[in-house]
């Protein structure tokens, strides 16, 4: 690509980092295999994720001559793999240096063989040259400039530089990138002297404080041109296809584009498929018919809602009835049952009204969670409400006389009314 083809490409997207380019994973992205040479071991802490939990592990810092396992930058992560069979948790970057922290030391000076997470490797060099495949026909053909990106583990997202995507764009957009991948382009490295003129007509962030040595530019042919330090395939045909799986707001009027390539496609092709076969099984249909028969079913499902509220309201209301017509009635009124709401607990208690009794609602789990109205004269209720939430260990709203909320002990229940018969007791006293 010469030199006005670059700057017409190279103008749009500069966010990634860039640092000596001479890592052996960077000059072969398909090599798996290396020996080189441990230089230094140096004991070191670094945090892990485990089990999506962060947690400090002790461990060794080992430099090599030389790596085929990639640390991190430019928005990819870093690779997994072995040293004569140890496993390398993290690769991180230090100048020109790649940092392999490990759980075991390894004397300098010792010969070592790495190997690669071929897996995790190959999958990063498909999203990542996708990313940049998307990156420079978007802005190209369509005027969308990216501003950052992020690879995720299931999928990842490209932020564009315009408020909204109509999905006859974003097919479009599809239909574009697939078309590319299908002329079987060279995807390839090379490295410049980083004061070089042709260094010079790259506009970017700039190089980090620590860069030392040549910089990277990675190229699509006839396509793109950008500088980067990540692995990538050697022929977009690798990636396979690429499908654009959601847009979504972003930041600042831009747009978050999701993206699955190469391997990812067919992962994601192979969950649809046994969630269209969940579906078909609990619908009783096929495919074509999933929009028709879940309409039918929230039909059903309003329709069954708004007879319940009524069969809800007549309960209530017969509750209500058989309390206030019971002769000389308690003035504490206590009612719980597994099923219900907090709409069946107010209308319970606006049906026996606060002024008729001090209530202790609930609903749910009788020895566990549930919900609860507690409701009365106000006077009371303001005084108790806070005590009957530490017997229920509640969470909750009280107002106007009323406390509702979810409780994850209602097993206390006879405590919470105890409280409530002490002041209905005083008020007798005080009548």
Same mark, same amino acid.
């Given at each position: ?71 991190? *930058? ?68 369509? *005027? ?61 962030? *700039? ?6 040595? /040549? ?50 496609? /067919? ?87 606060? +002024? ?22 106000? +006077? ?52």
């Amino acid at each position: 690509m010469h030199l006005q083809l670059q700057r017409r490409f190279l103008t749009s997207f500069r966010p990634f980092k860039f640092f000596k380019m001479s890592f052996q994973c960077q000059k072969d992205s398909y090599q798996k295999e290396f020996k080189t040479r441990v230089v230094s071991c140096e004991p070191s802490k670094m945090k892990i994720v485990t089990n999506g939990k962060k947690e400090q592990v002790s461990g060794f810092d080992v430099i090599c001559e030389d790596t085929v396992l990639f640390p991190e *930058g430019g928005g990819q992560p870093d690779d997994r793999g072995t040293m004569n069979g140890l496993e390398v948790l993290r690769i991180t970057r230090k100048g020109e240096k790649a940092i392999h922290f490990m759980k075991e030391s390894i004397e300098p000076g010792t010969e070592v063989t790495q190997l690669v997470d071929w897996a995790r490797r190959f999958d990063h060099m498909q999203q990542h040259s996708a990313q940049h495949l998307i990156t420079a026909i978007a802005h190209e053909k369509y *005027g969308w400039r990216t501003t950052t990106w992020d690879l995720g583990k299931e999928k990842s997202y490209i932020e564009l530089d315009t408020p909204t995507i109509k999905p006859d764009k974003m097919q479009e957009l599809e239909n574009d990138l697939n078309e590319a991948i299908r002329k079987c382009l060279p995807m390839t490295p090379r490295w410049v002297e980083s004061d070089s003129e042709e260094a010079k007509e790259i506009r970017c962030r *700039g190089l980090p404080d620590d860069h030392v040595g /040549l910089v990277r530019i990675v190229e699509i042919d006839t396509v793109d041109a950008n500088l980067c330090c990540g692995t990538h395939v050697s022929n977009i045909s690798h990636l396979q296809s690429i499908k654009l799986t959601a847009i979504e707001t972003a930041r600042k009027k831009k747009v978050n584009m999701y993206f699955v390539a190469g391997d990812r496609v /067919l992962s994601y092709l192979g969950q649809l498929v046994n969630t269209e076969k969940q579906l078909a099984k609990s619908l009783r249909c096929g495919q074509a018919e999933f929009v028709e028969a879940v309409d039918r079913q929230q039909k059903t499902l309003r329709a069954t809602n708004k007879a319940n509220t009524l069969l809800l309201r007549e309960i209530a209301a017969l509750e209500a009835q058989c309390y206030l017509k019971t002769p000389g009635r308690d003035p504490v009124f206590c009612l719980h049952r597994k099923d219900g709401d907090t709409e069946f607990l107010n209308m319970l208690a606006n049906e026996i009204g606060p +002024e008729n009794a001090l209530m202790l609602l609930s609903v749910g789990d009788e020895r566990g969670a549930g919900l609860f109205v507690v409701a009365g004269p106000e +006077e009371i209720v303001s005084d108790v409400w806070s005590s009957i939430q530490t017997e229920l260990k509640a969470k909750g709203v009280y107002k106007n006389g009323r406390y509702q909320g979810k409780a994850t002990q209602l097993a206390n229940r006879d405590k919470a009314e105890a409280i409530l018969r002490e002041h209905a007791d005083k008020l007798k006293k005080e009548d």
